[in-house]
């Protein structure tokens, strides 16, 4: 119904009221629909929408007053304007009408004119009313597509700082104080004290060479996917995967770097087992453990970096897993992490060598940890360590014979003892050509 044409409901008991009412309106151009009782008119209503309601108070059955009071009862009828139209001209009344929801009272006889004017005024009100309310409901749905909207992208970001997880550690950029990938800067970088793991798997490649692709991918994620959640466990995280390799930084406690240590042989020798069982060879791995200061921060350019640590730390941490496969143990510690350990009598571990590594001018000392070896590769080097340790301090000292018998001791409870077959052949080079007068019994690592 267009502006022009608006349908107003007019109530009355008495025909030539209604008569003269439609006429008048018909003439401003407004609709009217007609009703002989508020019965009448509650019945019309449930099945018309009229834009504003005249409605006479004195009706039989039921009056103006109650019949309105439905009408703001029922939500359907409830924002419609009623405008009374009686002869009852006291206050009470006019109070009356007011509090059951009339918006206008107009007492009979009245003036034509007059109440055309309050039939127009009150209609343009209506229509100002459906117009905020239609505005609202517009509203009301941009604003809810709006905030579907808004938690699809917040979902989406989630998502996607997730998978920024997995490529930039959310560690990493705590560490250099930021709270978002988006927020890292080419350059950003910061000074710390950490301890950082290496471990590499034992014959990668020539486990790898008969495999298909799809194969070795499946191989090496099945591998990582049994490693990397130690390292989360014990307060670390990767810094990076080469191939097989992993790089991981323990920003904590050294102990917790040596703690996922030993859980990863475990975890390795359980994987290990597994393979042997389905007639796959089985694999081993070794660890480097140093602590230290390192930088960590952003490299690379602006269109391609990524964040990582630079430290002569990290190097002495590769270098100390190089050294697991030369003396045949599974984790090699530097002494600074073994000074660094809050609960270092809680492990068990040995004195194995003084070495001067690749690239360094002073010599140190490194220890290898044997927590994670089989329980029988733990009794045999526990009940051996003092002999172990003795032969070496007589190693160091010249001793070589007394060296020798310690050594001998050694190999006699634990044979597979790879350092000690190591420094067996030494002696006994040592013994065969005599020492050199500046011999100091340091070893040069030049690997790696």
Not at 53 to 71: A, Q, Y
Not at 104 to 120: G, I, M, S
Not at 243 to 255: E, Q, R, S, T
Not at 370 to 398: H, M, N, V, W
Request: hydrophobic share 45%; glycine share 8%; aromatic share 6%.
């Amino acid at each position: 119904m267009s502006e022009s044409r608006r349908r107003v409901l007019v109530v009355d008991d008495t025909p030539a009221n209604r008569q003269v009412l439609v006429e008048h309106l018909d003439l401003a151009g407004i609709d009217a629909l007609t009703a002989e009782d508020g019965e009448s008119a509650l019945a019309l209503l449930r099945r018309e929408s009229p834009d504003l309601i005249l409605l006479d108070v004195m009706m039989p059955n039921v009056n103006g007053f109650e019949v309105c009071r439905r009408l703001k009862d029922n939500p359907a009828t409830r924002d419609i304007p009623v405008i009374f139209m009686t002869s009852l001209t006291d206050t009470a009344h006019k109070i009356m009408g007011f509090e059951v929801g009339g918006v206008d009272y107009v007492t009979k006889p009245f003036q034509h004119d007059e109440l055309l004017a309050r039939v127009t005024t009150h209609l343009s009100l209506r229509a100002l009313q459906r117009a905020l309310q239609q505005a609202n409901s517009d509203l009301e749905r941009r604003v809810a597509e709006r905030t579907s909207e808004l938690a699809q992208l917040n979902e989406e970001l989630l998502a996607t700082n997730r998978a920024y997880a997995r490529f930039v550690p959310t560690e990493m950029l705590g560490l250099l104080g930021r709270d978002r990938a988006a927020d890292v800067a080419l350059g950003d970088h910061v000074p710390i004290e950490m301890t950082v793991l290496f471990s590499d798997m034992r014959g990668f490649a020539a486990l790898t060479e008969r495999m298909t692709p799809g194969e070795a991918f499946a191989f090496i994620n099945a591998y990582l996917g049994r490693l990397s959640p130690i390292v989360r466990r014990h307060g670390g995280f990767i810094d990076k995967y080469i191939g097989d390799a992993i790089m991981a930084l323990f920003p904590g406690k050294a102990d917790d770097a040596v703690a996922a240590a030993v859980a990863m042989q475990h975890a390795v020798r359980r994987f290990s087992e597994e393979r042997r069982s389905v007639g796959l060879p089985s694999i081993g791995m070794g660890i480097g453990i140093h602590t230290g200061s390192v930088m960590l921060g952003t490299i690379g350019e602006a269109e391609r970096m990524e964040a990582t640590v630079i430290s002569d730390t990290v190097n002495q941490a590769s270098r100390l897993e190089g050294l697991a496969v030369r003396y045949g143990v599974a984790i090699v510690v530097s002494e600074r992490t073994m000074a660094a350990l809050h609960a270092r009598d809680g492990h068990g571990c040995r004195f194995l060598d003084r070495v001067q590594l690749k690239g360094k001018r002073e010599p140190v000392s490194v220890f290898e940890v044997f927590d994670g070896d089989p329980p029988e590769t733990i009794d045999r080097k526990q009940k051996t360590r003092d002999l172990f340790e003795q032969a070496l301090s007589d190693y160091y000292a010249r001793r070589f014979a007394e060296a020798n018998l310690g050594i001998a001791r050694v190999l006699v409870q634990s044979p597979a003892d790879k350092a000690a077959h190591v420094y067996q052949q030494r002696i006994a080079h040592l013994m065969a050509n005599g020492a050199p007068a500046d011999w100091t019994g340091v070893e040069v690592v030049t690997e790696k």
